[in-house]
């Protein structure tokens, strides 16, 4: 067997994470199973609903809070807020709100690590994946990388929003590519909110689980383009 055949093989621990991740998903889906359940019933949709819109324009600043501090802080997963969003105000106004949060906390991110450098990047980000992402330093194909890693479900994008910073790319451009890439990710999950809320439960489900399933590919496509990209530096 070529070494380049092993390269690729998962490692014990790679497979460990995977599974790990599909019981995590698994016994998510489990807990919130008797909550779904009890929306079947109009009554208890309604008080759902009601509940949502009693938040009225605070709610707007809550989910636009959420957002943007999602994408500061990185680790925190965007799918729940994407999904309230589209709850609290549709497909189309919970991908609007979505990407304000989006365009202010991604653009602040940006100038704040072109202002200070690496001394605030490496609070944020680790050094190794530093590293790992070091080809996007001086490339020609700069922004088809940022756009094509933006667009890939699973991958890394609040750390490549402070990765960005450092690459020879203008905040203009990093801006138009990384949110033009996000759309298909951002809209689905606002779709899935806002059709479970009108009651159509099983179109929210089936859409959040081929969402999942896409997200689990995208995973790996992400490491192998990694791997290309790093060896090929």
């Avoid at 998962?10 to 497979?15: A, D, G, K, V, Y």
């Avoid at 991110?109 to 050094?127: D, N, Q, W």
């Avoid at 996000?182 to 489900?205: A, C, D, W, Y």
């Amino acid at each position: 067997m070529s070494s380049e055949k092993k390269q690729h093989r998962l490692t014990p621990w790679q497979i460990v994470a995977l599974v790990l991740v599909i019981v995590i998903l698994i016994g998510a889906t489990v807990a919130a199973f008797p909550f779904v359940s009890s929306l079947a019933k109009p009554e208890n949709l309604e008080n759902f609903k009601n509940t949502l819109r009693s938040f009225g324009i605070g709610g707007f600043f809550i989910i636009l809070g959420l957002q943007i501090l999602q994408v500061i802080l990185a680790v925190i997963p965007g799918e729940p807020i994407e999904l309230l969003a589209g709850a609290m105000f549709g497909t189309w106004g919970g991908l609007l709100t979505c990407y304000l949060g989006l365009l202010l906390g991604s653009g602040g991110i940006f100038l704040a690590v072109r202002k200070f450098g690496y001394p605030l990047l490496t609070k944020f980000v680790s050094e190794e994946k530093l590293q790992s992402y070091k080809f996007l330093h001086n490339t020609t194909r700069l922004e088809t990388l940022i756009f094509l890693l933006f667009f890939i479900p699973g991958t890394p994008k609040d750390v490549l929003t402070y990765v960005a910073g450092i690459t020879p790319i203008s905040m203009g451009r990093f801006l138009l590519l990384s949110l033009f890439a996000r759309i298909p990710s951002v809209i689905s999950s606002t779709f899935i909110g806002s059709s479970f809320i009108e009651g159509n439960i099983l179109t929210s489900v089936l859409v959040f689980a081929g969402v999942g399933i896409i997200g689990i590919a995208g995973i790996f496509i992400h490491k192998k383009i990694m791997a290309k990209l790093q060896k090929e530096k």
